[in-house]
C-alpha cells in the first residue's frame, strides 16, 4: 500500500527534482500531486517516465488525506502552507529557511542524524538543511565519530542554481553577451557572475557575515553537535550545478590520515576520489546530477595541533534539496509511518 504524496513548488528546480527523485527511488506512491502558485496553475510537470501532472493551486489545496508533502516553495510562502499541511495530518518535509532554526521542528540529514526525525510529532514538520550544511556535515560525521571537531573552517565555491532559475538563466545570459559584446547587467547578483566569483550570498548580518554563513554555523550546531565552532566564506561562482567547498578541521583528538581517510570510504553517503595525480579529484561538472558527496584532496593541515583539509563536492539540487528530502521520506514510511 502506498502513500499520497504532495510536492509543493513543483516548477521550480527543486521541485522537479523532488518529482525526478520521488520516481528514480520507487518511492511507495499511490497519488502524487503537484503544487505551486496560482500562476503556474494548469502547467505540466513530469513524474517518472511516463506519468504527466499537472500542476494544482497551493493555495487552495485541501491537505486532508495527504501522508506527505515536500515543500521548496520558498520560505515566506512555507511559513504559511507548511502548518496548514500539518494541521490536516500531513507531514512536510520542507525545504525552505523558514524552519530549521525552531527548536521544535528537527534539521535532518539522514546519514547523520536520523532518529531526530521522530520529533516531527510537535509540529507535523521536519526541516531539510542548506544545501551547503548538508553536504559538509556529511562528511564531517564519521570524522566526528572519531576524532571529535573542535573547529570548522570552509570556504564554499557555490553554483548559480542555488539561487534558483532565473540566477541560471542570468549566467548563461551573461556569459553570451561577454562572447558577443552585448553589455552585461546584472539582475539576480549584486555583480556580474560570468567569469567572476562574488563573496556575498544571502543579506548581510551586522557581524559581517552573509546570511548563508551564518546558516552554516547554527545548522551545523543543531544537526552535528553544538559545541563545534564553525567559520564559514560563502562565494558565488560561475557554475550551473554543484556546490565545492575546501573544508579544514581541528580535531580534539590525535588526527590519522588513513584512519580518517577508510572512516570516510565506509561512511554512507559518500565517494572518495582521491589519488594525488592530474585527474585524481572530483569537481561539480563530475558531481552534477550524481546522489553521492565526493571527497578529495584529503591531507594533514600542519598549522595546528590536529589538522585535516580536504575537498568536498556534490550536486546541491539532489543531495542538497531533493535526495535528502526523499531519503527523510524514507525514514518516515520506514520507521514511523508505516500502512
Given at each position: 500500500?502506498?502513500?499520497?504524496?504532495?510536492?509543493?513548488?513543483?516548477?521550480?528546480?527543486?521541485?522537479?527534482?523532488?518529482?525526478?527523485?520521488?520516481?528514480?527511488?520507487?518511492?511507495?506512491?499511490?497519488?502524487?500531486?503537484?503544487?505551486?502558485?496560482?500562476?503556474?496553475?494548469?502547467?505540466?510537470?513530469?513524474?517518472?517516465?511516463?506519468?504527466?501532472?499537472?500542476?494544482?493551486?497551493?493555495?487552495?489545496?485541501?491537505?486532508?488525506?495527504?501522508?506527505?508533502?515536500?515543500?521548496?516553495?520558498?520560505?515566506?510562502?512555507?511559513?504559511?502552507?507548511?502548518?496548514?499541511?500539518?494541521?490536516?495530518?500531513?507531514?512536510?518535509?520542507?525545504?525552505?529557511?523558514?524552519?530549521?532554526?525552531?527548536?521544535?521542528?528537527?534539521?535532518?540529514?539522514?546519514?547523520?542524524?536520523?532518529?531526530?526525525?521522530?520529533?516531527?510529532?510537535?509540529?507535523?514538520?521536519?526541516?531539510?538543511?542548506?544545501?551547503?550544511?548538508?553536504?559538509?556535515?556529511?562528511?564531517?560525521?564519521?570524522?566526528?565519530?572519531?576524532?571529535?571537531?573542535?573547529?570548522?573552517?570552509?570556504?564554499?565555491?557555490?553554483?548559480?542554481?542555488?539561487?534558483?532559475?532565473?540566477?541560471?538563466?542570468?549566467?548563461?545570459?551573461?556569459?553570451?553577451?561577454?562572447?558577443?559584446?552585448?553589455?552585461?547587467?546584472?539582475?539576480?547578483?549584486?555583480?556580474?557572475?560570468?567569469?567572476?566569483?562574488?563573496?556575498?550570498?544571502?543579506?548581510?548580518?551586522?557581524?559581517?557575515?552573509?546570511?548563508?554563513?551564518?546558516?552554516?554555523?547554527?545548522?551545523?550546531?543543531?544537526?552535528?553537535?553544538?559545541?563545534?565552532?564553525?567559520?564559514?566564506?560563502?562565494?558565488?561562482?560561475?557554475?550551473?550545478?554543484?556546490?565545492?567547498?575546501?573544508?579544514?578541521?581541528?580535531?580534539?583528538?590525535?588526527?590519522?590520515?588513513?584512519?580518517?581517510?577508510?572512516a570516510l570510504r565506509a561512511a554512507p553517503g559518500i565517494v572518495v576520489v582521491d589519488h594525488r595525480a592530474n585527474e585524481g579529484y572530483v569537481t561539480p561538472v563530475e558531481a552534477a546530477g550524481e546522489d553521492a558527496v565526493y571527497i578529495s584532496r584529503i591531507r594533514r593541515d600542519p598549522t595546528v595541533k590536529n589538522g585535516l583539509a580536504f575537498w568536498c563536492v556534490s550536486d546541491n539540487l539532489r543531495k542538497g534539496a531533493a535526495l535528502n528530502a526523499v531519503q527523510i521520506a524514507e525514514v518516515l514510511v520506514k520507521?514511523?509511518?508505516?500502512?
Amino acid at each position: 500500500m502506498g502513500y499520497k504524496v504532495a510536492v509543493i513548488g513543483a516548477t521550480g528546480n527543486v521541485g522537479r527534482e523532488m518529482l525526478n527523485t520521488l520516481a528514480e527511488r520507487k518511492f511507495p506512491v499511490d497519488e502524487m500531486v503537484a503544487l505551486a502558485s496560482e500562476r503556474s496553475v494548469g502547467r505540466e510537470v513530469s513524474f517518472g517516465e511516463n506519468q504527466i501532472l499537472k500542476v494544482q493551486n497551493l493555495a487552495d489545496f485541501n491537505f486532508a488525506g495527504t501522508d506527505i508533502a515536500l515543500s521548496s516553495p520558498g520560505a515566506k510562502i512555507s511559513a504559511v502552507h507548511s502548518p496548514r499541511a500539518a494541521a490536516a495530518g500531513c507531514v512536510v518535509v520542507d525545504n525552505t529557511s523558514h524552519f530549521r532554526m525552531d527548536p521544535d521542528v528537527p534539521l535532518v540529514v539522514p546519514e547523520v542524524n536520523p532518529k531526530a526525525i521522530a520529533g516531527y510529532r510537535k509540529k507535523g514538520i521536519i526541516a531539510n538543511p542548506n544545501c551547503s550544511t548538508i553536504q559538509m556535515v556529511v562528511a564531517l560525521k564519521p570524522l566526528h565519530d572519531l576524532f571529535q571537531i573542535k573547529r570548522v573552517v570552509v570556504s564554499t565555491y557555490q553554483s548559480v542554481s542555488g539561487a534558483g532559475k532565473e540566477a541560471m538563466d542570468e549566467l548563461f545570459n551573461q556569459t553570451r553577451a561577454i562572447y558577443v559584446n552585448d553589455p552585461v547587467k546584472p539582475e539576480r547578483f549584486t555583480k556580474q557572475i560570468a567569469f567572476n566569483v562574488i563573496p556575498h550570498i544571502d543579506v548581510f548580518m551586522e557581524d559581517g557575515s552573509t546570511k548563508e554563513e551564518w546558516k552554516m554555523v547554527v545548522e551545523t550546531k543543531k544537526i552535528l553537535d553544538a559545541s563545534i565552532a564553525v567559520q564559514a566564506t560563502c562565494v558565488r561562482v560561475p557554475v550551473f550545478v554543484a556546490h565545492s567547498e575546501a573544508i579544514t578541521v581541528e580535531f580534539a583528538k590525535p588526527v590519522d590520515e588513513e584512519a580518517a581517510r577508510a572512516a570516510l570510504r565506509a561512511a554512507p553517503g559518500i565517494v572518495v576520489v582521491d589519488h594525488r595525480a592530474n585527474e585524481g579529484y572530483v569537481t561539480p561538472v563530475e558531481a552534477a546530477g550524481e546522489d553521492a558527496v565526493y571527497i578529495s584532496r584529503i591531507r594533514r593541515d600542519p598549522t595546528v595541533k590536529n589538522g585535516l583539509a580536504f575537498w568536498c563536492v556534490s550536486d546541491n539540487l539532489r543531495k542538497g534539496a531533493a535526495l535528502n528530502a526523499v531519503q527523510i521520506a524514507e525514514v518516515l514510511v520506514k520507521d514511523y509511518l508505516k500502512k
